[in-house]
Nanobody, 119 residues
Framework: QVRLVESGGGLEQPGGSLRLSCAAS????????MGWYRQAEGKQRELVAD???????NYADSVKGRFTISRDNAKNTVYLQMNSLKPEDTAVYYC?????????????WGQGTQVTVSS
C-alpha cells in the first residue's frame, strides 16, 4: 500500500523559511519521480517542483530561485526547502508520486500540510 506522509508546514512570516518533508512507504522510492504540489484556497492544484529518480529537478516559475527540492533515497524521503517565502505561497502542500499501469498514469497523494505566510 502506497503511503505518503507530509510534515513541516506551519505559519511563517514573509521572507522566512520552512522545510517540508514527505516520508514514503509501499513503493520502490528510488525508482520514482517525486513531486510537491500546492493548492491555494479557490485555486487549482499546481505543480511546485519535482525530482526524477536520477535527480533531475523541475520548478514552477513562481518558486525558481527560492525553493529547492531534494531526496534521500536511503530514508525514502523527499524534501522541499522553501526560502524567501511570500504571502502568495500560502497553500496546502501535497506530496505526489505516480506510476503507470498499462500506460495509464495513477497518482498517489499525501494528506497535505498547510503552509501559511503572513505577518
Amino acid at each position: 500500500q502506497v503511503r505518503l506522509v507530509e510534515s513541516g508546514g506551519g505559519l511563517e512570516q514573509p521572507g522566512g523559511s520552512l522545510r517540508l518533508s514527505c516520508a514514503a512507504s509501499g513503493i520502490v522510492f528510488s525508482a520514482l519521480t517525486m513531486g510537491w504540489y500546492r493548492q491555494a484556497e479557490g485555486k487549482q492544484r499546481e505543480l511546485v517542483a519535482d525530482i526524477t529518480s536520477g535527480g533531475t529537478t523541475n520548478y514552477a516559475d513562481s518558486v525558481k530561485g527560492r525553493f529547492t527540492i531534494s531526496r534521500d533515497n536511503a530514508k525514502n524521503t523527499v524534501y522541499l526547502q522553501m526560502n524567501s517565502l511570500k504571502p502568495e505561497d500560502t497553500a496546502v502542500y501535497y506530496c505526489n508520486t505516480f506510476m503507470h499501469y498499462n500506460r495509464i498514469r495513477r497518482d498517489y497523494w499525501g494528506q497535505g500540510t498547510q503552509v501559511t505566510v503572513s505577518s
